[in-house]
Antibody, heavy 121, light 110 residues
Framework: QVQLVQSGAEVKKPGASVKVSCKVSGYTLVELSVHWVRQAPGKGLEWMGGFDAEDAETVYAQRLQGRVTMTEDTSTDIAYIELSSLRSEDTAVYYC??????????????WGQGTLVTVSS | QSVLTQPPSASGTPGQRVTISCSGGSSNIGTNTVNWYQQLPGTAPKLLIYSSNQRPSGVPDRFSGSKSGTSASLAISGLQSEDEADYYCAAWDDSLHGPVFGGGTKLTFL
């Protein structure tokens, strides 16, 4: 069973950056495709980006291009997402979610507990 | 605006059967399988159905999924109070090279 444990809540000022981590256990990062999904207060789920197993590359949502970076440390099985130039609209719960890398076009199966990022002056 | 279209709300009475629809296009549901998630207030989404009609272990057989063409459905039979939640559909999109989600359906009791 895949388990995902995320870092704690963050409060940031507009214009700052935030980095959220996601520790994987039960499987290794190499075996998984990690995606990041966020949910603004009272809103639905928004895919931010993730690993496309078919093309073997990380893909970012177009509206976040240039502000988001996803990285992985396979030695510790921790995935990261960094979002820069934060705005109030970035206030949301950020989730890491995974599928199995052997399955192309696979939608996430397992989810982390979420990390609340609040952007406020 | 979400790529997949779901009704914003659904309702039912205990014991009733409820169906939630999810409409997409040829680049997502038309080509790939669909997952369904249940989200209780203040918690992360939980996988309910994967590969359009498969239940993970631990999910009651009251929950079932189906797909036809560019649409999918989630059916909940024998509605119980703990089923009050938000439900989301998702599918891989070949054009976006990532998963797309429905806007979510809030299920409430009448």
């Amino acid at each position: 069973q895949v388990q995902l444990v995320q870092s704690g809540a963050e409060v940031k000022k507009p214009g700052a950056s935030v980095k959220v981590s996601c520790k994987v256990s039960g499987y290794t990062l190499v075996e998984l495709s990690v995606h990041w999904v966020r949910q603004a207060p009272g809103k639905g789920l928004e895919w931010m980006g993730g690993f496309d197993a078919e093309d073997a590359e990380t893909v970012y949502a177009q509206r976040l291009q240039g502000r988001v970076t996803m990285t992985e440390d396979t030695s510790t099985d921790i995935a990261y997402i960094e979002l820069s130039s934060l705005r109030s609209e970035d206030t949301a719960v950020y989730y890491c979610a995974t599928a199995f890398a052997v399955e192309p076009a696979a939608v996430p199966l397992y989810w982390g507990q979420g990390t609340l990022v609040t952007v406020s002056s | 605006q979400s790529v997949l279209t779901q009704p914003p709300s659904a309702s039912g009475t205990p014991g009733q059967r409820v169906t939630i629809s999810c409409s997409g296009g040829s680049s997502n549901i038309g080509t790939n399988t669909v997952n369904w998630y249940q989200q209780l207030p203040g918690t992360a989404p939980k996988l309910l159905i994967y590969s359009s009609n498969q239940r993970p272990s631990g999910v009651p057989d009251r929950f079932s999924g189906s797909k036809s063409g560019t649409s999918a459905s989630l059916a909940i039979s024998g509605l119980q109070s703990e089923d009050e939640a938000d439900y989301y559909c998702a599918a891989w999109d070949d054009s976006l090279h990532g998963p797309v989600f429905g806007g979510g359906t809030k299920l409430t009791f009448l």
